[in-house]
């Protein structure tokens, strides 16, 4: 739940509240409950701000989870953008390997993404569409070509993207979606820990790209 602190802006003063950190809030609302389950009368008491300010700079509650979805994917393909920037192997195992460490370095630093696909993606519907097309198929297609020349040269083997999508999700992502699992098996990284974040995914693309068994 998202509690009112200090210096939070109150109800009389709406335009006070930045909209990146009502998105935040939101995206961390829609991650912790679900879709049905998300108030946005709730949301904006919470954030300590007049129910009508929600409406009014956003639109309706499927406006909102468009607005805060856009907003956390956006961060997250900046961060991938950084793989880029800083150079990647010639190689093609070498890139793909890179690629895969960012994107689950990214995706624990933001589990809320992680759990609202895992929520939509149950059944088929426009929220689940939405995120289908806008951001899970481009990982797909860009991942899809690089995967068939590595199994084509006999160095992966398979080319499945959809494997590979739940691994790096699912699986490396698991221990960030389902904390309180995680919790269980003593297995907890804090996503606000960069250097966790870090380990964390360093051994999950090691088992995924050498198995589990020791060399």
């Given amino acids: 739940m998202v509690t009112r602190g ?7 003063d709406p ?3 930045p909209t990146e950190l009502l998105l935040v809030a939101a995206l961390d609302a829609f991650a912790e409950r679900g879709f049905e389950g998300t108030s946005v009368r709730e949301l904006a008491r919470d954030l300590g701000v007049s129910h009508n300010l929600i409406p009014q700079r956003i639109g309706s509650k499927e406006d909102l989870w468009r607005a805060a979805v856009d907003h956390g994917f956006g961060h997250l393909m ?7 920037d800083e150079g990647l192997p010639e190689d093609d195992l070498g890139r793909l390997r890179a690629l895969v460490q960012r994107f689950v370095e990214a995706n624990a630093a933001r589990p809320a993404l992680l759990r609202i696909i895992s929520q939509e993606a149950v059944a088929p519907g426009p929220r ?3 995120l289908y097309d806008n951001y899970i ?3 797909r ?4 070509d690089l995967m068939r020349r590595l199994q084509a040269s006999g160095e992966l083997r398979t080319d ?3 494997l590979m999508y739940f691994f790096m999700t699912h699986g490396a992502g698991g221990p960030l979606a389902l904390p309180a699992l995680a919790q ?3 297995d907890v990284v804090d996503p606000n820990d960069p250097d966790a974040v870090r380990r964390h995914a360093t051994e999950a693309v090691a088992v995924l790209f050498e198995g589990l068994r020791a060399r």
């Fill in 6 to 12: 200090r210096g939070r802006p109150p109800a009389s």
């Fill in 15 to 17: 335009e006070a509240l």
């Fill in 78 to 84: 900046m961060a991938m953008t950084t793989t880029f």
């Fill in 128 to 130: 689940f569409d939405y």
């Fill in 137 to 139: 198929d481009p990982v």
């Fill in 141 to 144: 297609v860009f991942g899809a």
């Fill in 160 to 162: 499945s993207v959809a």
């Fill in 184 to 186: 269980r098996f003593g």
